[in-house]
């Protein structure tokens, strides 16, 4: 298993410009999510999907989309890049249900994205 | 939402010494992990633990649901163990997020 994978590890972008960043997962999971880590912050989340065709928002969703049309991908789209959109992005994935006895949430390597 | 507090936020230590860092949280959980962030950015699963004991190598946590902490124990430390440690924790009454700590940043010195 390749586990969660995203691409690309680096980005720089023009402020206004768009991009999507990538991310896949081979395990099955059913949860899938995106976190943005800015310096000396823990992660926080940007959007969240149970499920193929289900997404909502996390608590810093402004200025980024998401869709998930299979299970496997998940990726994020930034519209109008902005300099505050300058972070290291995380996508996540596990299993879902409250009642699942196994639920561990697994990281991807990150994308880090510079905002000129 | 869940708070979740860390500490101590900076540890400095000499190779071979040991450590406990601590995970305070503000409501029930249904799952807690502890993540080790590494020098090159990388977030690696130390430990899923929503509660009790568990040990892996020089590595153990321990989990008290009912009294909202964890403790992540390290011994006889090595300087690749130097990293942020994160704490994270899914609560019993929201979505399916993890809700990170600031983290412990520790270094170790040869």
């Known amino acids: 298993n390749a586990g969660v994978t995203q691409t690309p590890k680096f980005q720089v972008l023009k402020t206004g410009q768009s991009m999507t960043l990538q991310c896949a997962q081979d395990m099955n999971h059913e949860y899938m999510s995106w976190y943005r880590q800015d310096p000396g912050m823990g992660l926080r989340l940007i959007h969240y999907s149970v499920g193929a065709g289900i997404t909502d928002q996390g608590e810093v969703p402004n200025g980024y989309n998401v869709s998930r049309s299979t299970t496997e991908d998940f990726p994020l789209r930034l519209l109008s890049a902005a300099p505050s959109q300058t972070s290291v992005y995380f996508c996540?994935?596990?299993?879902?249900?409250?009642?699942?006895?196994?639920?561990?949430?697994?990281f991807g390597p990150g994308t880090r994205l510079t905002v000129l | 939402g869940i708070q979740v507090e860390q500490s101590p936020p900076d540890l400095i230590l000499q190779e071979g010494a040991n450590s406990t860092l601590r995970c305070n949280f503000s409501d029930s959980v249904n799952n807690l992990q502890w993540f080790h962030q590494n020098p090159w950015g990388q977030l690696i699963n130390l430990f899923y633990?929503?509660?009790g004991t568990k040990q892996n190598g020089r590595l153990s946590a321990t989990t008290v649901a009912t009294e909202r902490y964890s403790l992540l124990y390290i011994s006889s430390s090595q300087t690749t163990d130097s990293g942020v440690y994160f704490c994270?924790?899914?609560?019993?009454?929201?979505?399916?997020?993890?809700?990170f700590g600031t983290g412990t940043r520790l270094t170790i010195i040869p």
């Open positions: 994270a924790v899914r609560s019993n009454f929201g979505n399916e997020k993890l809700t």
């Open positions: 633990i929503p509660s």
């Open positions: 996540a994935s596990s299993y879902l249900g409250l009642a699942a006895s196994y639920n561990e949430q697994f």
